[in-house]
């Protein structure tokens, strides 16, 4: 019976489905070759260390993120174009354990995001931006995004091994002379898309407020 070919894709859709097991940090090479039943030298010929591998699985999610994002309907505003695409990046990071860890900081190693970006600077332009504002928009909102997925992988319950998250009962104990801080901890550490939504709210009427062309009255 013929071998499946090694290859980098197939390396990191291996990666990608040891990562909601293990998670980032338990997340190795040779754990990976064990999983693809190959020896652990063997994916050196295609990765020469974690990072270079961290490259590919990014650029797998992205490669089925884009897929999806380019079939949706665009939203003929702005605002809502924006946020929708915001929305769907966090769905699809948090697909997988440790999503937006793994998705951040990283080299894509191919152009998967020229097409989706560019549709999205294409609907910022549309509507008036400067190229330059449209980039600093959607960067801004992205940026937002990516880091509220990180925190919120960081602390919200772990299906996967059976955490519970942050404790606000000893949280509120030991801050218990600063009850605004005690109070901040419901709106912070409970109901992650109702905090999503309203971040990204805020997000995109700074971005109306500071980037978005004027309208004045001809």
Known sequence: MATERLDRIRVARAALRLLNEVGLEGLTLRAIAKELDVKAPALYWHFKDKQALLDEMATEMLRRM???????????????????????????LLRYRDGAKVYSGTHFTDISYAAPMEAHLRILTGAGFTPGAAARAWFTAYSYTIGYVI?????????????????????????????????????IFRGYAAGFEAGLAAVVAGIEQVLAPSERPS
């Open 151 to 187: 925190e919120e992988q960081s602390i919200r319950p772990d299906t996967a091994t059976g955490a519970e998250g942050y404790d606000l009962v000893a949280r509120a104990e030991r801050l218990a002379e600063y009850p605004l801080a005690v109070a901040a901890g419901e709106e």
């Open 66 to 92: 884009a897929a999806d994002l380019l079939a949706a309907e665009p939203a003929a505003d702005w605002r809502e174009s924006l946020a929708a695409a915001m929305r769907g990046l966090r769905e699809h």
